[in-house]
């Protein structure tokens, strides 16, 4: 059962790259999120999706942007990546609303931005 | 703004003691609360997932109880075992209409010494 799937599961960037982080879900939920969880800050909500072609800010949703095209897919995009975003990044997904169902995450990305 | 916090931050215990982890919130209009496990270098693993409706969930030695007129919900594992040592982190969703819109506390450390 292959579940919620990140890709890369590490990566190191320079400021002011770009690049997308990957996620695919299996299950056929209609809710994905992405957070970000750093030390000290606990987990952060980024962007959120409750259905293809619909997405939402979270907490902390600057500098970063997200599309929701296909029920399975919802890469998260570092536009121009700053020391800041170093973080470990996790995608979630659940059924949705009215389920009451968990949330299920991926494994992270770790990212390093020198 | 919904905050989350769980105290103690981290925890020591003997084999075979009970656990007894802690969970408040400021703004009691909850639609639900899950308790995750997150182990090293890992994703999160939902526990369990109490409704608004409910005071409580159980899973085998896991149970979780929820108070929401005084903000509180409490994980209690019973007989830990080593394979207990994880951090559990909580987690509350304000809306049924974004249910993946999660805030979450800090997390509590936890060692179980053989």
């Known amino acids: 059962n292959a579940g919620v799937t990140q890709t890369p599961k590490f990566q190191v960037l320079k400021t002011g790259q770009s690049m997308t982080l990957q996620c695919a879900q299996d299950?056929?939920?209609?809710?994905m999120s992405w957070y970000r969880q750093d030390p000290g800050m606990g987990l952060r909500l980024i962007h959120y999706?409750?259905?293809?072609?619909?997405?939402d800010q979270g907490e902390v949703p600057n500098g970063y942007n997200v599309s929701r095209s296909t029920t399975e897919d919802f890469p998260l995009r570092l536009l121009s990546a700053a020391p800041s975003q170093t973080s470990v990044y996790f995608c979630a997904s659940s059924r949705g609303q009215g389920t009451n169902q968990p949330q299920h995450f991926g494994d992270g990305t770790r990212l390093s931005i020198l | 703004k919904q905050e989350v916090t769980q105290i103690p931050a981290a925890l020591s215990v003997p084999e075979g003691e009970n656990l007894v982890l802690n969970c408040s919130f400021t703004d009691s209009a909850i639609y639900n609360l899950q308790w995750f496990r997150q182990d090293p270098g890992k994703g999160l693993t939902s526990l369990l997932l109490?409704?608004?409706?409910?005071r409580e969930q159980t899973s085998g030695r896991l149970n979780a109880s929820l108070d929401k007129s005084s903000g509180r919900s409490t994980l209690y594992i019973a007989a830990s075992q080593p394979g207990d040592s994880a951090t559990y982190l909580c987690a509350v969703s304000m809306i049924k209409a974004a249910v993946n819109k999660l805030t979450f506390g800090g997390g509590t450390r936890v060692l179980v010494k053989p």
């Open positions: 299950m056929n939920h209609e809710y």
């Open positions: 999706s409750v259905g293809a072609g619909i997405t």
């Open positions: 109490i409704q608004s409706s409910q």
